[in-house]
């Protein structure tokens, strides 16, 4: 017997852009139906003032729902030195591939770059107890993002 969980996402971009520009993140991508003994969701806050806050959120989602099962303080803290480390791998890809396309970092984005990215993060764990008869949901957040149950 496992968890059987219908979920959904509602988002949209800010006014004046398009959802590419859109800098928020939710994961799993594929939400219709979930089941398993433990199932895990994710998402975040990109922020407009960061550079490249849509990969950092992305990141972030990503790597706590590919953590320990239980979210805790420190777990918490794990998935975002995890996601840190990832981050770091995915800014010299970034990099690379500018620089390959022509189009290298420009003075007036090194600062941002050297700043970095920000996000909120909320992940929620449903954890299907022992004989399968009751769940229990444990949430974490880093920021802003509230998560009413």
Same mark, same amino acid.
């Given at each position: 017997?496992?968890?059987?969980?219908?979920?959904?996402?509602?988002? %949209?971009?800010?006014?004046?852009? !398009?959802?590419?520009?859109?800098?928020?993140?939710?994961?799993?991508?594929? /939400?219709?139906?979930?089941?398993?003994?433990? @199932?895990?969701?994710?998402?975040?806050?990109?922020? !407009?003032?960061?550079?490249? !806050?849509?990969?950092?959120?992305?990141? @972030?989602?990503?790597?706590?729902?590919?953590?320990?099962?239980?979210?805790?303080?420190?777990?918490?803290?794990?998935?975002? !030195?995890?996601?840190?480390?990832?981050?770091?791998?995915?800014? *010299?890809?970034?990099?690379?591939?500018?620089?390959?396309?022509?189009?290298?970092?420009?003075?007036?984005?090194?600062?941002?770059?050297? %700043?970095?990215?920000?996000? %909120?993060? /909320?992940?929620?764990?449903? /954890?299907?107890?022992?004989?399968?008869? %009751?769940?229990?949901?444990?949430?974490?957040?880093?920021?802003? *993002?509230?998560?009413?149950?």
């Amino acid at each position: 017997m496992g968890l059987d969980i219908r979920a959904g996402v509602l988002w %949209t971009p800010k006014e004046g852009n !398009s959802e590419a520009e859109c800098e928020d993140a939710f994961h799993p991508q594929n /939400l219709r139906d979930r089941k398993g003994r433990i @199932l895990r969701f994710a998402m975040a806050d990109g922020a !407009s003032e960061g550079m490249l !806050s849509g990969a950092w959120a992305k990141i @972030l989602v990503r790597s706590f729902c590919r953590a320990s099962p239980r979210p805790t303080a420190s777990s918490l803290r794990q998935v975002v !030195s995890r996601a840190c480390d990832s981050w770091e791998t995915w800014k *010299t890809a970034y990099l690379k591939k500018r620089e390959e396309a022509g189009r290298p970092v420009q003075w007036w984005e090194e600062e941002g770059l050297a %700043t970095g990215p920000f996000a %909120t993060l /909320l992940g929620v764990a449903f /954890l299907l107890r022992e004989g399968g008869e %009751t769940c229990r949901w444990d949430a974490a957040a880093m920021g802003d *993002t509230c998560l009413f149950g």
